[in-house]
């Protein structure tokens, strides 16, 4: 099945620097890749996402970029805002063997922007 | 936020029993996932529903089962509870089967003790 590896698992960033969050997944036919928030206590929350007819993404502050040869997508956060604290997760799908999709999730990254 | 919602919100079972968590998922969407998030790690799917069946499984027992009624709405039922099924349960439901986007429920925090 899909194996999808984040990292860092921890990061501390100054307000106003940048945060960058990398993943990496294992199976080749993965087409979707989303990032979710999760702040303490709520759901995950879409962010962005892309699919592997691109290569970058962009909305505001936030930006996702894919490199399918590779095989890892990563998440970038600009001009960090204290309200940025909190967890992301980046996930892939797969198809299961009845030949719908699914996601396979990341272990999370723990995101701290300093004031 | 989305209209995905779930009940209990927490709910605290003792090893061996049986729980029933529910999920109603927003309108229009009438595909639900089933993700299991344990401590400080990522969700991990559980399985799928379209159109009250199952359509794919992750790699749970039999033990977690669950159901779909025609307005969507979702069950997850878990027998024989055991400790390591302490976990914050999410559905997610989509717009339509094969439909990319998920949006998560607030989730049901079950202990096991």
């Known amino acids: 099945g899909e194996n999808v590896e984040q990292h860092p698992s921890t990061l501390s960033v100054q307000e106003g620097d940048s945060a960058v969050i990398k993943c990496t997944y294992s199976d080749s036919a993965s087409n979707y890749f989303p990032w979710y928030k999760q702040e303490l206590g709520k759901r995950p929350q879409l962010i962005i996402d892309?699919?592997?007819?691109?290569g970058e993404k962009k909305d505001q502050r936030i930006a996702v970029t894919l490199n399918k040869t590779a095989k890892h997508f990563s998440l970038h956060i600009t001009e960090t805002q204290p309200e940025d604290s909190a967890v992301y997760f980046c996930a892939a799908s797969f198809t299961m063997d009845t030949g719908r999709r699914a996601l396979t999730f990341g272990s999370g990254t723990r995101l701290q922007v300093q004031p | 936020e989305t209209g995905v919602t779930q009940s209990p919100t927490h709910l605290i079972k003792t090893r061996g029993q049986q729980v029933t968590l529910r999920c109603s998922s927003q309108s229009g969407h009438n595909t639900v996932s089933w993700y299991q998030q344990a401590l400080g790690q990522g969700p991990q799917f559980i399985f799928q529903y379209y159109r009250e069946e199952e359509n794919g499984r992750g790699n749970f027992p039999p033990r977690f089962s669950g159901l779909q009624f025609p307005n969507y709405s979702s069950e997850l039922n878990v027998n024989a509870l055991e400790l390591d099924d302490s976990a914050l349960y999410l559905c997610?439901?989509?717009?339509?089967?094969?439909?990319?986007?998920?949006?998560f429920g607030p989730g049901t925090r079950l202990t096991v003790t």
């Open positions: 892309i699919r592997s007819n691109v």
């Open positions: 997610a439901s989509s717009f339509r089967q094969g439909s990319y986007e998920q949006y």
